[in-house]
C-alpha cells in the first residue's frame, strides 16, 4: 500500500467509524424505570455524573462511586480507553455525561461510549453494577472494504493475534484490563488491534467479554479490513493502520 493511498484509507476509515460512533452513543433503558426532574433520584443522579470527568482522571483512567441512599441511590462507572491521554479521557467523559443527560433526560439507567473517538465508557443505574458483566447493548461496525489476500493465510494471522491480545487483556490488573498489539501479513501489510475491559471485571467475565467480541465481528464483519466491537464492560478494535495513541491513560 503507497503513503497516499494508505493516507485516504485513514480519513475515510476515520469519517465512518466517528460518524457511526456520535450516532449511536447513548442507550436509555425504559425498563428499569423513570424518574421526575425535581425528584431525589434526580439530583443524586446529576451529583454523581458530575463528579466523573475529575475522578476518571485522579483513577488512572476508571472510577465507581454511587450517590443517595436507597431507593434513589444512583451507581456510576466510567473508563477511558488504555492508551487515551489525561486529557482527552477527561474531556470525552465531561462531553458524554453532558450528552447523556440530554437525550437520557429521565430514564434510571443509561450507557454511553462517548460521542467520538477514541471512545470513553459512562454506566449509571439505580442497581449496583460494579463488577456487574453487560454486554448488551453491542455496536459493530466495519470499514466497508475487504480482504483481498488469501483469506485463509489471512484468518489464521488475525485469530493469532486477537485471541492472543484477549487472553492478555483478560488477565490485567483490577485497574487496568487492557493490550494493544500487531502481527505482519504477507501482502507488507500489518495488523493493528487492542482490547480492554472494565477494570471491575473478574478475569472470566472479561475474557469471556473478550471472546464474545471477536466472535461477533467474525459473525457480521468476517471478511472487512478493520472494525469495533464496543460493548458496556469490553472493547474490540482492529485495523491496518496504527489508530491508538502513543500514550497510557492518564
Same mark, same amino acid.
Given at each position: 500500500m503507497t503513503r497516499s493511498s494508505s493516507t485516504l484509507y485513514f480519513l475515510i476509515s476515520l469519517a465512518v467509524l466517528i460518524q457511526t460512533y456520535s450516532s449511536r452513543a447513548q442507550f436509555c433503558f425504559d425498563t428499569t424505570g423513570n424518574f421526575t426532574s425535581n425528584s431525589t433520584y434526580a439530583t443524586n443522579r446529576e451529583a454523581v455524573l458530575s463528579s466523573l470527568s475529575s475522578n476518571v482522571v485522579a483513577h488512572d483512567g476508571s472510577y465507581a462511586t454511587s450517590e443517595g441512599e436507597d431507593p434513589?441511590?444512583?451507581? @456510576?462507572?466510567? !473508563?477511558? +480507553?488504555?492508551?487515551? =491521554?489525561?486529557?482527552?479521557?477527561?474531556?470525552? /467523559? +465531561? =462531553? @458524554?455525561?453532558?450528552?447523556? /443527560?440530554? &437525550?437520557? %433526560?429521565?430514564?434510571? @439507567? @443509561?450507557? =454511553?461510549? #462517548?460521542?467520538?473517538?477514541? %471512545?470513553?465508557?459512562?454506566r449509571y443505574s439505580d442497581t449496583p453494577i460494579f463488577g456487574v458483566l453487560q454486554t448488551q447493548p453491542t455496536l459493530r461496525v466495519k470499514n466497508g472494504a475487504n480482504i483481498t489476500m488469501n483469506q485463509d493465510q489471512f484468518d489464521a494471522i488475525w485469530r493469532n493475534l486477537t485471541r492472543r491480545l484477549a487472553s492478555e487483556a483478560g488477565e490485567g490488573s483490577t485497574k487496568l484490563k487492557f493490550a494493544k498489539g500487531q502481527a505482519n501479513l504477507p501482502d507488507n501489510n500489518t495488523i493493528y488491534a487492542l482490547f480492554q475491559c472494565s477494570p471491575d471485571l473478574s478475569p472470566s467475565d472479561c475474557g #469471556?467479554?473478550?471472546?464474545?467480541?471477536?466472535?461477533?465481528?467474525?459473525?457480521?464483519?468476517?471478511? =472487512? &479490513? #478493520?472494525? /469495533?466491537? !464496543?460493548?458496556?464492560?469490553?472493547?474490540? +478494535?482492529?485495523d491496518l493502520w496504527k489508530f491508538w495513541e502513543s500514550s497510557r491513560s492518564p
Amino acid at each position: 500500500m503507497t503513503r497516499s493511498s494508505s493516507t485516504l484509507y485513514f480519513l475515510i476509515s476515520l469519517a465512518v467509524l466517528i460518524q457511526t460512533y456520535s450516532s449511536r452513543a447513548q442507550f436509555c433503558f425504559d425498563t428499569t424505570g423513570n424518574f421526575t426532574s425535581n425528584s431525589t433520584y434526580a439530583t443524586n443522579r446529576e451529583a454523581v455524573l458530575s463528579s466523573l470527568s475529575s475522578n476518571v482522571v485522579a483513577h488512572d483512567g476508571s472510577y465507581a462511586t454511587s450517590e443517595g441512599e436507597d431507593p434513589n441511590t444512583v451507581y @456510576a462507572s466510567t !473508563y477511558c +480507553r488504555g492508551d487515551t =491521554s489525561a486529557d482527552t479521557c477527561s474531556i470525552c /467523559v +465531561r =462531553s @458524554a455525561v453532558a450528552d447523556l /443527560v440530554v &437525550k437520557c %433526560p429521565n430514564q434510571k @439507567a @443509561a450507557f =454511553s461510549w #462517548g460521542t467520538g473517538d477514541p %471512545p470513553c465508557f459512562i454506566r449509571y443505574s439505580d442497581t449496583p453494577i460494579f463488577g456487574v458483566l453487560q454486554t448488551q447493548p453491542t455496536l459493530r461496525v466495519k470499514n466497508g472494504a475487504n480482504i483481498t489476500m488469501n483469506q485463509d493465510q489471512f484468518d489464521a494471522i488475525w485469530r493469532n493475534l486477537t485471541r492472543r491480545l484477549a487472553s492478555e487483556a483478560g488477565e490485567g490488573s483490577t485497574k487496568l484490563k487492557f493490550a494493544k498489539g500487531q502481527a505482519n501479513l504477507p501482502d507488507n501489510n500489518t495488523i493493528y488491534a487492542l482490547f480492554q475491559c472494565s477494570p471491575d471485571l473478574s478475569p472470566s467475565d472479561c475474557g #469471556g467479554c473478550l471472546f464474545q467480541t471477536i466472535d461477533d465481528f467474525d459473525m457480521c464483519c468476517h471478511e =472487512s &479490513k #478493520g472494525g /469495533v466491537v !464496543y460493548k458496556p464492560s469490553c472493547i474490540f +478494535r482492529w485495523d491496518l493502520w496504527k489508530f491508538w495513541e502513543s500514550s497510557r491513560s492518564p
